[in-house]
């Protein structure tokens, strides 16, 4: 028994890699198709609602979960936990959200974002996606924070807001595909509360 694990030990070795990204470098290696989300990934589901609480948390400077990802063969960096995340913060950037809102749901296995040139054009071949502004509850002030028509000096704070890439590289590439899943299970098993927005803004 003892022997059986060592060797389990011996032959897996996975580790982690954190790199601090400023939010807009970040989303615009979204746009570029610098991050991709694999076939095992559930859809993006998330509302307008949720999405603008996200943003809120980038107005207000507060922390946001890392990103955990894998980075494949064609050197892309493919979410195993924080699409959610991922996908509102570029739709944020972007200041563009679905039409029908109780329709924002998207199949990233759907798009062809290398046709396309990149993100928002290949969403824009499939789905229908509208020019959007995000607001966010100030005491009773209802507040615009699209980040388009944010002052500038409140845009450049938040374009340096971290977010935190966690890289996992994998020893054993034999076993890749089935540590990955592993890896992704336990993500979600442990990590799925953070894909909730909490609104703590107004209590």
Not at 110 to 118: F, K, P
Not at 134 to 159: A, S
């Amino acid at each position: 028994m003892n022997r059986s694990i060592l060797e389990l030990y011996n032959h897996i070795s996975v580790q982690q890699y954190k790199t601090d990204m400023g939010f807009k470098a970040f989303v615009e290696g979204v746009h570029d198709n610098l991050f991709v989300i694999p076939e095992y990934q559930r859809k993006f589901r998330w509302s307008k609602k949720q999405v603008e609480e996200l943003a809120s948390s980038l107005i207000r400077d507060l922390p946001i979960p890392p990103i955990y990802t894998y980075r494949n063969e064609n050197g892309q960096l493919e979410i195993l936990d924080g699409q959610q995340r991922v996908m509102s913060l570029y739709f944020y950037y972007i200041g563009k959200f679905f039409k029908n809102e109780k329709m924002s749901v998207f199949d990233y296995q759907e798009i062809d974002v290398d046709s396309a040139g990149n993100f928002v054009a290949a969403l824009e071949k499939k789905y229908e996606i509208i020019p959007t502004e995000f607001y966010m509850h100030i005491g009773d002030e209802v507040c615009d924070i699209t980040y388009q028509n944010l002052p500038d000096i409140l845009r450049h704070k938040i374009d340096y807001h971290v977010i935190s890439i966690v890289e996992v590289k994998i020893s054993n590439q034999e076993k890749k595909n089935e540590i990955l899943y592993k890896i992704f299970t336990n993500l979600n098993r442990t990590l799925c509360r953070k894909d909730i927005p909490i609104d703590i803004h107004n209590k």
